[in-house]
């Protein structure tokens, strides 16, 4: 009887919620949760007590602009892509880590995520950060089902798993570190050979979330990794240029994945699996800041700019006294505001598509 007036009164609450949307969902869609997986740029807490870890952020100047200045574990100022999505759907103000010691039974029927900073689709780039491999977060994504049985039952869990949208962020770490930085994979990999490995592995990914009952999932493409600041300063030369290496190997592997994902698509007509681009929307605001309200995208907020990312974004540096003039909060990740700029797009150009 309690689970029961649980359940109704839930419903109540996300009612409310969806009626304050950003955007208008398409005839009788109902979305009653987002499920996000991948790795820092929609890490909203997950990372928080890998200690051994450096793709950490649970220090200031971390959330120097979220709820009271908290640094959560998010890699920005403040909300992070995995959050304004839900805001934007009109589900809850914020997306909680599974990890969450805290996490209540409201949080796991409207949606968490799996995300941990540092990961790869290759399994490679997730040791070398030291950090749980991608397969593990599908075995929370099972766990949480098993959780959410005994929660509301095995009726209302399939309901939710096979109706939430469910989006995976992955890829900058593959190209970025594990292939160009370090160097590591070269060895016995070119980059086309790489990039098959990246979604060979990827696809491992997809037909998994589909086999525990997911079928709205959206798949975001690499960034223009080679034209975010620290890759600017490793490859861009002494004008600290684009790293047109990284971005052309970016464009490669969304062609790839793009494919293999519209083969996934025609195999399961009872799914809907997007692509959904984000290469060209990040490059716009970075070549054009000023046309979105922007006006720095080469350097980030903390630190010098140029390199300061995870640990090495931490109190001991100067932080910029206005975050919201840069495209980039570190020399990685964006900023607030910047996301806010290319959520809004992903949503409004893919929405009618995944829901």
Request: net charge neutral; hydrophobic share 40%; glycine share 8%.
């Amino acid at each position: 009887m309690k689970s029961f007036l649980l359940l109704i009164l839930l419903v109540i609450v996300s009612v409310c919620l969806r009626t304050e949307a950003r955007i208008k969902l398409p005839g009788n869609a109902t979305v009653p949760a987002v499920i996000v997986f991948g790795d820092s740029i929609v890490d909203t807490g997950n990372n928080n007590n890998n200690l051994k870890s450096p793709a950490r952020s649970n220090f200031p100047p971390y959330g120097r602009d979220f709820q009271g200045g908290l640094p959560t574990g998010r890699y920005s100022n403040g909300k992070v892509p995995s959050d304004l999505l839900v805001e934007e759907l009109g589900i809850k103000e914020l997306l909680p880590p599974y990890a969450d010691p805290n996490l209540q039974p409201e949080d796991l029927l409207t949606g968490v995520c799996f995300a941990v900073g540092g990961v790869g689709y290759d399994d490679l780039t997730s040791k070398l950060a030291v950090v749980p491999p991608l397969s593990d977060q599908l075995e929370k994504f099972k766990e949480y089902i098993e959780r959410l049985k005994e929660l509301v039952g095995v009726e209302r869990t399939n309901f939710i798993v096979a109706n939430s949208v469910v989006f995976v962020v992955l890829s900058s770490n593959d190209i970025a570190n594990t292939y160009y930085t370090s160097g590591t994979r070269t060895l016995h990999y070119d980059i086309s050979s790489y990039t098959d490995l990246m979604v060979n592995q990827a696809s491992i990914f997809f037909q998994g979330l589909y086999g525990v009952g997911v079928r709205r999932l959206a798949i975001l493409g690499a960034p223009p990794i080679g034209c975010v600041p620290s890759q600017r300063t490793l490859g861009g030369g002494l004008e600290r240029d684009c790293y047109e290496k990284e971005n052309e190997a970016a464009k490669l592997f969304n062609c790839k994945l793009s494919a293999k994902i519209d083969r996934l698509a025609k195999d399961r007509p009872d799914a809907r699996i997007v692509y959904a681009d984000i290469y060209y929307p990040l490059l716009d605001l970075i070549q054009n800041p000023t046309a979105y309200g922007f006006k720095i995208a080469k350097k980030g907020c903390c630190g010098t700019g140029v390199i300061e990312a995870a640990l090495l974004c931490n109190p001991l540096d100067t932080t910029c006294e206005d975050d919201s003039i840069y495209v980039f909060w570190d020399a990685y990740h964006p900023t607030e505001k910047a996301y806010r700029v290319l959520v809004k797009q992903i949503v409004s150009k893919y929405v009618n598509k995944f829901i």
